[in-house]
Antibody
Framework: EVLLVESGGSLVQPGESLRLSCAAS????????MTWVRQAPGKGLEWVAV????????YYAHSVRGRFTISRDNSKNVLSLLMNSLSAEDTAVYYC??????????????WGQGTLVTVSS | DIQMTQSPSSLSASIGDRVTITCRAS??????LSWYQQKPGQAPKLLIY???TLQSGVPSRFSGRGSGADFSLTISNLRPEDCATYYC?????????FGPGTTVDI
């Protein structure tokens, strides 16, 4: 069974940093592109970042570029999102998701349950 | 960036109805279009990818079509469990934008 389990969400103050993790199991992790998607309370889905299987292709949303860093450790089956200079606008549930295929430009077939990041003073 | 719009923003239908949600991109996206269903408190679920490919395990009453910049998701024979918010997403060009969502009530 494919499982994606996010962790690391918490309440932080504006300007602080936070690292999210997504532990993958039930499939061979390395070939698949992985994506972070977030959802602010009561709002729609916002694509955040994508990383290819071998980490040679990475893209970010404009709203997080330069502040967030997506990475992966294929030896540990873990996807990460390092978030710096957080602001209230980053408050959201953060989901990790797997691409349907090895290509980063395909749909997202498996999602984690999400981890809540709250940025507030 | 490619902007995605959806219509309607919400709809109310009856059991057994045929429902169509449209999604329009601000430019052609060559079939790089997925549809997701999200219920309250749950993660999104992939229904359709590559414009019309039904994800494994998704009932055949869901179907997708379209080309260029105009796409649609049709739910035939609407069931109570189809009450949810539906999002389209383009993966033609980064950032891979989502539509604003369409809420389906029954």
């Amino acid at each position: 069974e494919v499982l994606l389990v996010e962790s690391g969400g918490s309440l932080v103050q504006p300007g602080e940093s936070l690292r999210l993790s997504c532990a993958a199991s039930g499939f061979t992790f390395s070939p698949y592109a992985m994506t972070w998607v977030r959802q602010a309370p009561g709002k729609g889905l916002e694509w955040v970042a994508v990383i290819s299987g071998n980490s040679d292709t990475i893209y970010y949303a404009h709203s997080v570029r330069g502040r967030f860093t997506i990475s992966r450790d294929n030896s540990k089956n873990v996807l990460s999102l390092l978030m710096n200079s957080l602001s209230a606008e980053d408050t959201a549930v953060y989901y990790c998701a797997r691409s349907v295929t090895s290509h980063y430009d395909s749909g997202l077939d498996y999602w984690g349950q999400g981890t809540l990041v709250t940025v507030s003073s | 960036d490619i902007q995605m719009t959806q219509s309607p923003s919400s709809l109310s239908a009856s059991i057994g109805d045929r429902v169509t949600i449209t999604c329009r991109a601000s430019q052609g996206i060559s079939g790089y279009l997925s549809w997701y269903q999200q219920k309250p408190g749950q993660a999104p679920k992939l229904l359709i990818y590559a414009r019309s490919t039904l994800q494994s395990g998704v009932p055949s009453r869901f179907s997708g079509r379209g080309s260029g910049a105009d796409f649609s998701l049709t739910i035939s024979n609407l069931r109570p469990e189809d009450c949810a918010t539906y999002y389209c997403q383009q993966t033609f060009m980064t950032p891979f934008t989502f539509g604003p969502g369409t809420t389906v009530d029954i």
